[in-house]
């Protein structure tokens, strides 16, 4: 359900509850999660934790602002994985978006980005973030780079990618799997995916569509002592103190 208790929110709230075809109400309902708009946009909120903040999607501050003015640019390890080099800009879909932090940085950093994400309150979470987005300078050339849509990629990222006649370079997987960063925020976010979308027990459906679909790389971020998805090693491997990125590369960026 969607939740709205200002007036002044509620013709955008109730356009939400129609494409997500939710009931639309103006109390919290008494357990389970639930969509809530006002004034500073979509979030997701656990009525059986009340003390935690509603989860939503910014990209004009906090975590994701920082990560792309000080995270490193083209030098930190998502971009080398992904093949970002002085000339070099592919085209990537990301298969796996979740909250589009990775699709927002790929995209700050001059990529066009297809996301896609199955669970269609968090993709909707993401999109309310993009429209919030559009209007500020600062990130309006990004998030016209960033596309958003709904849907499965472990059963359609073919047509998805056909019906957006979006042609990728490189195919980026980061499917679900247990954080160990420290912060409170991640926790939260964490613990909101996993009790809201579950495990993503069918990842390995993804890779081999990955491999079919990019015309030069596909890269997977894993933890750093996990199993390679779907048991095939990659040809390259990224490692960092947490995670890594497995690469299986197809064929040069410069081609």
Same mark, same amino acid.
């Given at each position: 359900m969607?939740?709205?208790?200002?007036?002044?929110?509620?013709?955008?709230?109730?356009?939400?509850?129609?494409?997500?075809?939710?009931p639309?109400?103006?109390?919290?309902?008494?357990?389970?999660f639930?969509?809530l708009?006002?004034?500073?946009?979509?979030?997701?909120?656990?009525?059986? &934790?009340?003390?935690?903040?509603?989860?939503?999607?910014?990209?004009?501050?906090g975590a994701?602002?920082?990560?792309?003015?000080?995270?490193?640019?083209?030098?930190?390890?998502?971009?080398?994985?992904?093949?970002?080099?002085?000339?070099?800009?592919?085209?990537?879909?990301?298969?796996?978006?979740?909250?589009?932090?990775?699709?927002?940085?790929?995209?700050?950093?001059g990529?066009?980005?297809?996301?896609?994400?199955?669970?269609?309150?968090?993709?909707a979470?993401?999109?309310?973030?993009?429209?919030?987005?559009?209007?500020?300078?600062?990130?309006?050339?990004?998030?016209?780079?960033?596309?958003m849509?709904?849907?499965?990629?472990?059963?359609?990222?073919?047509?998805?990618?056909?019906?957006?006649?979006?042609?990728?370079?490189?195919?980026?997987?980061?499917?679900?799997?247990?954080?160990?960063?420290?912060?409170?925020?991640?926790?939260?976010?964490?613990?909101?995916?996993?009790?809201?979308?579950?495990k993503?027990?069918?990842?390995?459906?993804?890779? &081999?569509?990955?491999?079919?679909?990019?015309?030069?790389r596909?890269?997977?971020?894993?933890?750093?002592?996990?199993?390679?998805?779907?048991?095939?090693?990659?040809?390259?491997?990224?490692?960092g103190?947490?995670?890594?990125?497995?690469?299986?590369?197809?064929?040069?960026?410069?081609?």
């Amino acid at each position: 359900m969607l939740v709205c208790k200002q007036p002044s929110a509620f013709p955008q709230a109730h356009v939400w509850s129609e494409q997500l075809q939710l009931p639309l109400l103006e109390n919290n309902p008494a357990s389970g999660f639930y969509l809530l708009y006002d004034q500073q946009g979509l979030a997701l909120a656990n009525a059986d &934790d009340p003390k935690v903040l509603p989860v939503r999607v910014d990209f004009l501050s906090g975590a994701t602002a920082h990560r792309r003015i000080y995270g490193g640019g083209r030098g930190q390890a998502l971009a080398k994985a992904c093949g970002l080099k002085p000339g070099i800009t592919p085209r990537i879909l990301d298969a796996t978006a979740g909250l589009a932090g990775d699709a927002f940085v790929l995209a700050s950093l001059g990529c066009d980005l297809l996301a896609i994400e199955r669970h269609p309150w968090i993709a909707a979470l993401v999109e309310d973030a993009l429209q919030r987005s559009a209007p500020d300078p600062e990130v309006a050339e990004v998030t016209a780079r960033l596309k958003m849509r709904k849907g499965d990629a472990t059963c359609e990222l073919d047509r998805l990618a056909r019906r957006e006649d979006f042609a990728p370079q490189v195919v980026y997987l980061d499917p679900m799997f247990p954080h160990t960063e420290k912060t409170a925020q991640v926790k939260k976010e964490m613990q909101f995916f996993r009790e809201l979308v579950g495990k993503d027990e069918d990842a390995d459906l993804l890779l &081999d569509q990955a491999l079919n679909l990019a015309s030069h790389r596909v890269v997977v971020k894993r933890p750093r002592k996990a199993p390679p998805l779907a048991g095939k090693e990659p040809g390259l491997v990224l490692s960092g103190k947490a995670n890594r990125f497995d690469i299986y590369p197809l064929k040069s960026l410069r081609e």
